[in-house]
């Protein structure tokens, strides 16, 4: 079966940074990407990995542990407009386009 | 140009009614999804276009019928649904690359159309 774990809801303060954890247990693995998605809104692309280590990319940052089924994305100099539901999904190496999604993670920022 | 449209936005039908969900790109992608997302739930894949030639079919009962007429355009005919299918229907796109890259891979969504069924 395909499994991807994230936590269901975090807070964290203005300013500071937060770190959005991800472990997936699936049957074949071609990319992990995190998607950002506010409420009522569709979910926007934040960053991808296939290949272990970490990508930067401005306030955002994700780290990828393949033997480890292990990612997490990094959010630093958190904004209000953070505030949003934050997508861990993994494309699988079907030979199609399937990418499965994992529940979510609620970021709730306060100033 | 990296948008991806939805008409409607909301739609109301009763379970007898017939309707249609119409997705729109003008990125050059060549792979096409319907996804089914329930609130507070993650994005459910429904199916997938390829080079306008359905690839994925997770399944999804037959009241829901997609079509891709062609490589810009990808609709979802509702017949008969159930009021446990109101959820928000999003569209999805991507390169069709084989071996891509992030660039390939990376699904926009359209902003999606908010169903409820009666």
């Known amino acids: 079966g395909q499994n991807i774990d994230q936590p269901t809801e975090m807070t964290a303060t203005e300013g500071a940074i937060v770190q959005i954890n991800c472990t997936y247990q699936?049957?074949?693995?071609?990319?992990l990407f995190w998607y950002q998605q506010h409420a009522g809104e569709a979910p926007t692309f934040l960053s991808y990995?296939?290949?272990?280590g970490l990508e930067e990319k401005g306030r955002f940052s994700s780290f990828l542990s393949r033997s480890k089924g292990y990612s997490y994305l990094l959010l630093k100099e958190l904004q209000m407009k953070d505030s949003a539901s934050y997508l861990c999904?993994?494309?699988?190496?079907?030979?199609?386009?399937?990418?499965?999604f994992g529940a979510g993670t609620r970021l709730f920022v306060k100033a | 140009d990296t948008e991806v449209t939805q008409t409607p936005k909301h739609l109301v039908m009763g379970m007898t009614n017939k309707k249609s969900l119409k997705c729109e790109q003008h990125?050059?992608?060549?792979?096409m999804y319907w996804y089914k997302q329930k609130a507070k739930k993650p994005p459910e894949l429904m199916f997938v276009?390829?080079?306008?030639?359905?690839?994925i079919n997770e399944s999804v009962p037959s009241r829901f019928s997609p079509e891709c007429p062609n490589s810009s355009l990808l609709n979802l005919h509702l017949h008969a649904l159930q009021p446990e299918d109101s959820a928000l229907y999003l569209c999805?796109?991507?390169?069709?690359?084989?071996?891509?890259?992030?660039?390939?891979?990376?699904?926009?969504f359209g902003p999606g159309t908010r169903l409820l069924v009666l």
């Open positions: 999805a796109s991507s390169h069709a690359g084989l071996a891509g890259g992030p660039n390939q891979e990376t699904q926009y």
């Open positions: 699936t049957s074949g693995f071609n990319g």
């Open positions: 990995n296939v290949l272990d």
């Open positions: 999904a993994v494309r699988l190496h079907t030979g199609g386009f399937k990418t499965i």
């Open positions: 990125m050059g992608h060549r792979a």
């Open positions: 276009y390829s080079y306008e030639k359905l690839s």
